[in-house]
């Protein structure tokens, strides 16, 4: 058995997975670890928005993922004061104008075994208990029960989603997640409507709620809030989720409903504008980098694209035979080119958007002015451009002027 690698990728999930399939594919001697044995459960909202589904159909997957997952083209976003706005995804030019809706133990074991599939060496249930990087390369110290086994490879990829620890490790100083949120799975609900929705009303602001349908009668239901000043230390992602639980729309939504399993929370990383993205022959992918919208939290879709984004860096890197600090900058600069202006526009969005007066302005607004919805969808989804200097402010004057 080898443990000399051109690649080892530590963390298995949408990310970790993305890289080492394309990576594999191309013939890349890649090693893929994780600490869980799979199938595991990944504790998320289990949102796949349109931007996510041409890379999954790249990867091969898509024609087994829609026929397990939950379709939805509708949206509707409730503010504080219970006023809703609803609007479908509007057509898009490179991915189609729906979402799915599928759990992550479903999705994250099918890209792993797409991944293997492809030439991928995996090996779960091991936990990475060092990361050291020399002249000649990177090694990888693991644990498997009572076995240590080192490995040695010429490039890292670290995708081990918003937990900091192996990053402090290696000298990248990453902030503390910024959002908590828990979820849990509901079924037998007698009345689920057949869209997404995004709630602000009887959750803990600055937060949300959503209510994601997995089938008919089944949902994935959770909320989250943003840590922020005193609430901070006293608030837990469980008392936001029960808050929300008591609401009147979610008190209603689930009479006669049974909670499935248990509650689980998570942390969430929204700080890619200002994070790092790669070491000294290491580069960081998805949550890793920070990657998770601050506005919507999706991340599976940056997840899968900066996976492939550094697989195909890499192999440009191996090709040239030059893994130099100027390389691994360009992998930066690459990822900065893609998403800054999006997740700076996010974040002034929901700086914007949590504030209790703006959300109740702003979703009758969109009620009556569909084009906003629209152009606010077009942006998120990376149909359309994020402004560079324009603010969400100028957005709404714009469109309101012009209808």
């Known amino acids: 058995m080898s443990s000399s690698f051109d690649v080892a990728i530590i963390g298995a999930g949408p990310a970790g997975s993305s890289a080492a399939y394309f990576l594999a594919r191309a013939g890349v001697n890649v090693l893929l670890l994780d600490k869980a ?68 133990l479903e999705l994250d074991n099918l890209l792993l075994q797409q991944a293997v599939k492809a030439g991928a060496d995996f090996r779960g249930g091991v936990h990475v208990r060092g990361l050291q990087t020399d002249a000649q390369g990177v090694t990888v110290q693991v644990e498997q029960g009572n076995h240590a086994e080192t490995f040695r490879a010429t490039l890292a ?31 037998d609900i007698q009345s689920l409507p057949p869209y997404f929705q995004f709630r602000f009303d009887g959750v803990v602001l600055p937060g949300y709620g959503w209510v994601f349908p ?8 959770g909320a989250g809030f943003i840590r922020t000043g005193k609430q901070a230390h006293h608030q837990s992602a469980q008392t936001a989720f029960n808050s929300f639980l008591q609401s009147y729309a979610i008190k209603s939504l689930l009479a006669g409903a049974k909670q499935a399993g248990t509650l689980r929370s998570f942390p969430i990383r929204t700080d890619f504008a200002t994070a790092p993205t790669y070491a000294s022959r290491v580069l960081l992918v998805g949550e890793a980098a920070g990657l998770v919208n601050p506005l919507t939290g999706d991340g599976i879709d940056f997840a899968l694209e900066s996976g492939k984004i550094a697989a195909e860096h890499i192999r440009h890197m191996l090709r040239l035979g030059d893994v130099s600090p100027a390389q691994l900058q360009t992998y930066d600069t690459m ?45 998120l989804l990376g149909a359309k451009p994020a402004p560079e200097k324009m603010s969400i402010l100028r957005i709404v004057k714009g469109v309101a002027s012009r209808l």
């Open 157 to 187: 990829i670290v995708a081990t989603g918003a937990s900091t620890a192996l990053l402090t490790s290696i000298g990248i100083s990453a902030p503390k997640p910024n959002i908590v949120a828990a979820r849990a799975y509901f079924e």
């Open 37 to 104: 044995t799979f199938p595991r459960d990944k504790t998320c909202g289990d949102g796949l928005i349109p931007r996510a589904l041409p890379i999954l159909a790249e990867m091969g997957v898509l024609d087994a993922i829609t026929p397990h997952g939950w379709k939805l083209d509708t949206l509707e976003v409730s503010a504080p004061s219970g006023r809703t706005v609803r609007f479908t995804i509007p057509p898009l030019p490179h991915a189609p104008n729906y979402a799915v809706v599928m759990p992550r």
């Open 335 to 379: 990822l900065r080119g893609r998403y800054q202006d999006l997740f700076r526009f996010s974040g002034q969005v929901s700086r914007w958007s949590l504030n209790p007066r703006a959300l109740n302005t702003l979703v009758p607004l969109a009620a009556a002015r569909p084009r906003l919805p629209e152009v606010l969808v077009n942006i």
């Open 214 to 221: 997995l089938s008919p009668t089944a949902a994935n239901i």
